[in-house]
């Protein structure tokens, strides 16, 4: 029996790839999928292959409830309100009250590692909304996915112009995953059809330091990529003077320190248990993005 699928926040970078996945598949018929964004003009494109667009706002419960209709398994991809303590844990509460509301089957929630030690300060609204799902009743998978591969964009563009990377990272590890990697693992369990409550944690092949990073990266561009260690307040200063927005700077430190403390130094095979393959390297990952690291 055919189960209808529903995926939030799917006009975003992570929601379209999800789609894509599911299309691909060739598992599911698009008229069983259910695509839900604030706004519905973005998912055009997806419409025309037959999957029904609804608009849904996490700020408008009521919407929320409206959208899940129907839906047996529900994927609640994690907003992007990081500028207002608490606002994106009450949205994710919303969508797992009108969840249960609408009598979906099953939740799947994207979450990250150990978010019950991180120091990074999202990481409560993760834990709450774990929580939160696993208080409703609801049958769930969460999908703890580790830091994109693409989220090194942000900082090593300008880092090969200057040939210095400043973190306060320390000798501390981290695995990087890809978010195609994430998106197909993601498609993958809304398909399973599995009504067991399960916990994946979704990361790259290896944990790699800063400086391993750094000389990936010099392998793929032909640069030269010195790591400079510096401490938190160090790196907080450096951020802040380069015009970066007040509340952002401590949730960039605190990847490092997270990095620092070994909160992300975790690798597991759950991408290829859910996707049957594994995910790309790191290194044949910053090959294939050389235009992007070379901005």
């Known amino acids: 029996m055919s189960q209808t699928l529903l995926v939030t926040g799917a006009a975003g970078q992570l929601g379209k790839l999800v789609l894509d996945a599911l299309l691909a598949s060739g598992k599911t018929k698009p008229s069983d999928i259910i695509a839900t964004s ?5 998912l055009a494109d997806y419409a025309a292959k037959g999957i029904e667009t609804r608009a849904a706002s996490f700020d408008d419960p009521q919407s929320l409830e409206k959208a899940f209709a129907g839906a047996d398994r529900l994927l609640i991809i994690s907003t992007d309100t990081l ?20 009598g979906v089957r099953h939740i799947l929630y ?6 019950e030690n991180s120091v990074i300060p999202f990481a409560v609204d993760h834990l709450g909304t774990e929580n939160a799902i696993k208080a409703s009743g609801i049958p769930y998978t969460i999908l703890r996915n580790a830091w994109y591969m693409e989220n090194l964009f942000l900082a090593l563009p300008h880092a090969l112009q200057s040939g210095q990377w400043f973190s ?31 916990i994946y944690t979704l990361t790259g092949a290896q944990a ?3 400086a391993e990073i750094a000389t990936l990266v010099a392998e793929a561009t032909g640069k030269t990529l010195d790591v400079v260690h510096i401490s938190d ?10 015009g970066l927005p007040d509340f952002f700077v401590p949730i960039l430190v605190s990847f490092d320190t997270n990095t620092r403390e070994g909160h992300f130094d975790v690798v597991t095979s759950d991408v290829a248990t859910l996707t049957g393959r594994a995910p790309v390297g790191l290194s044949a990952f910053l090959a294939a993005n050389k235009a992007a690291l070379n901005q």
């Open 168 to 198: 306060s990272a320390g000798e501390g590890r981290i695995s990087h995953v890809a978010r195609d990697d994430l998106a197909k693992a993601a498609a993958a369990a809304l398909e399973s059809g599995s009504t067991e409550s399960r």
């Open 110 to 115: 994207t979450s990250m590692p150990n978010p």
């Open 233 to 242: 307040e160090a790196l907080a200063g450096g951020l802040k003077g380069a």
């Open 208 to 210: 790699l330091t800063t």
């Open 83 to 102: 500028d207002e303590p608490g606002k994106r844990l009450k949205q994710h509460l919303a969508a797992v009250d009108a969840a249960k509301k609408a």
């Open 38 to 42: 604030r706004d519905t003009a973005r």
